[in-house]
């Protein structure tokens, strides 16, 4: 029956339960994880397509690109497959671990978050590094000193994006973990809250606008970095 | 402090030449001025001195050493950009001491370092304030302060004055060559504009689709332009070239620029341009060389009328501009002499300033 007067008792119930709390921890961990490792690879990345300008660097970024748009419905049977291959050939058994997710995700968001950056990057003038180049820095140097202190609108509306991906994404948790303990939030809360044909409503709402709510915040506190990255070289100046 | 030089340098992009075979020496303290047309290979030259560029062929030193293979940062050098390159995100004084504290230097010398160099520029009071809150000419210090707190071996500045206004470049102009009297380095300086390769360089070296015209000092170029080129790319407005025939007149020679005008050739150039008798040739007389004809026409001087097709007051002086044959030629002459448009005007031409074109080789003759 659904009560006419709002009250706290599906709240308190998800934030007391430990398996509800598991589901928000490990998408924390993954999330942040995954945030880690996705900066780390795609700011290298779009910095040396950006800048180092390498034999076949153009096509490469193309080909970033084009591998962002290749949807993960195509590809998590692949993925299963090969996780049983690596099964069968090392032991290691990939399936049914919430980390595995943390290998997972950043093929969704390390080609986005590459383009993202390149385009950024590219919007930064050459004399800015070429200046830091002959002020004695290393490509490093540059990369850390001038590029990301100069890019870091770029950076954190990508760190949004990808967040968000990690956070929201729904398919290969649903595909790859299936003990209770194992899960993240979207998955959880649809497979532990809907028990045969019984929907628990009351919890699965809360338990949705309880996952909406770090995605809003953070895009709360950091909305004018994501505008300013996301119309990056706009205009001049 | 060092000497650079350049070997039969050559430049390709992809298949495109960018640059064609330079050689160039530039002594210890000179000031160098390349300067040319958009796409002549000028700023090409200077980033493979700083090392931004790598030669395709040839040999670049600095100081004795050969840098090809030197990365830009070993190469003790300092580049002054057009667009500043300032890091935005740094306060002036932090974007003056990058490259120190890259280096490691110990905190006391760079504060006297930057503050000598903020000195020199008189940005002392700016070292706390971000790029962005600085004008045009406040962030051309800045980028200035920034090499020279580095203290290099070989300044090169990259058009730096081209992103000014006109009166404050007039003004940049003047800073330049005084920081470059009180810090007296090497000095590699890239610009199209001819005024300030004239009065910055000690000697300006003109090129031209990626090959040098002429090297030399700013008077010499001038006044004894080698190719047609030079002849008119140096001094503004350009030289007028007018094509002609060296004609005999009499006891000398002549030049026959139409049916109606032909001047006479000066006694002491005869000898020159006997060769070229009853040829065709480029016949070039700078605008201050073409003036108003009061009273008598001074030796070596030749009075012709014209009738005036455009006249351009710019207050201490007038430009006229007259038809020979078909070319527009200009003249500037007293705004107190000048007609008016369609009037006819006597003017006299200094024929002891007259150059002669083979047209065939583009040549001075």
């Given at each position: 029956m659904v009560g006419l007067c709002p009250d706290a008792e599906n709240y308190t119930g998800l934030l007391t339960d430990p398996q509800f709390l598991t589901f928000f921890k490990n998408s924390a961990v993954v999330s942040v994880c995954v945030v880690s490792v996705t900066m780390v690879i795609a700011v290298l990345a779009a910095f040396s397509l950006a800048r180092m300008g390498f034999w076949g660097s153009a096509t490469l970024a193309t080909g970033v690109f084009l591998t962002y748009l290749v949807p993960d419905t195509l590809l998590f049977i692949p993925l299963f497959k090969i996780f049983a291959w690596v099964h069968d050939v090392t032991g290691i058994e990939l399936i049914n671990h919430w980390w595995v997710l943390i290998v997972l995700y950043p093929t969704l968001t390390v080609p986005f978050c590459t383009w993202i950056m390149i385009g950024y990057f590219a919007s930064i003038p050459k004399e800015l590094d070429e200046a830091a180049l002959i002020d004695g820095a290393s490509y490093f140097q540059v990369l850390t000193r001038i590029f990301i202190p100069v890019a870091l609108p770029g950076i954190i509306a990508a760190m949004i994006f990808c967040f968000t991906v990690s956070w929201a994404n729904f398919l290969y948790p649903l595909a790859f973990t299936t003990s209770a303990d194992q899960l993240v939030l979207p998955v959880g809360i649809v497979t532990t809250l809907i028990k045969g044909d019984v929907f628990n409503w009351g919890q699965i709402m809360t338990g949705a606008l309880l996952g909406a709510a770090p995605p809003l915040i953070i895009y709360a506190f950091l909305m004018d970095y994501y505008i300013s990255g996301l119309t990056a070289g706009a205009t001049k100046g | 402090m060092a000497q650079v030089a350049l070997r039969n340098i050559v430049k390709m992009f992809d298949k495109t030449p960018a640059v064609q075979g330079i050689d160039l020496d530039i002594t210890d303290r000179e000031f160098i001025v390349l300067v040319g047309p958009s796409g002549c290979g000028k700023s090409t030259t200077l980033r493979m001195i700083a090392g931004l560029e790598e030669a395709t062929s040839g040999e670049i030193y600095i100081g004795d050493q050969l840098v090809n293979d030197v990365p830009p940062k070993d190469r003790d050098i300092a580049m002054v950009f057009q667009n500043y390159a300032l890091y935005p995100h740094m306060t002036v004084f932090e974007n003056m001491s990058f490259g120190l504290r890259l280096k490691k230097f110990p905190k006391q010398e760079i504060k006297e370092r930057v503050a000598n160099a903020a000195r020199i520029l008189d940005i002392t009071d700016l070292l706390d304030r971000r790029p962005k809150q600085l004008s045009g000419g406040q962030r051309q210090r800045v980028a200035m302060g920034r090499a020279i707190v580095r203290n290099p071996k070989v300044f090169l500045f990259d058009e730096p004055l081209s992103n000014l206004d006109a009166k404050l470049r007039v003004q940049m102009r003047t800073e330049i060559k005084k920081v470059h009297q009180k810090v007296t380095v090497t000095t590699v300086y890239v610009t199209h504009d001819q005024i300030e390769a004239m009065t910055l360089a000690d000697r300006v070296v003109v090129m031209n689709a990626g090959r040098i015209e002429q090297i030399g000092p700013p008077n010499e170029l001038y006044?004894?332009?080698?190719?047609r080129f030079v002849a008119g790319f140096i001094g503004s407005p350009a030289m007028n070239f007018m094509p002609g025939r060296v004609v005999n007149g009499g006891n000398n020679l002549n030049i026959r620029l139409s049916d109606k005008l032909s001047l006479p050739i000066p006694e002491s150039r005869t000898a020159r341009y006997r060769a070229y008798l009853d040829k065709e040739v480029i016949f070039g007389l700078r605008p201050e060389d073409i003036i108003e004809g009061r009273g008598d026409v001074p030796p070596g001087c030749a009075a012709f009328d014209v009738q005036l097709d455009v006249v351009e007051p710019m207050g201490m002086e007038t430009m006229v501009y007259f038809i020979v044959d078909g070319t527009e030629v200009c003249g500037r002459v007293n705004p107190t002499a000048a007609g008016n448009a369609g009037e006819t005007m006597k003017l006299v031409g200094d024929m002891n300033h007259m150059h002669l074109i083979d047209p065939a080789t583009d040549q001075v003759i």
């Open positions: - | 006044h004894n332009p080698k190719t």
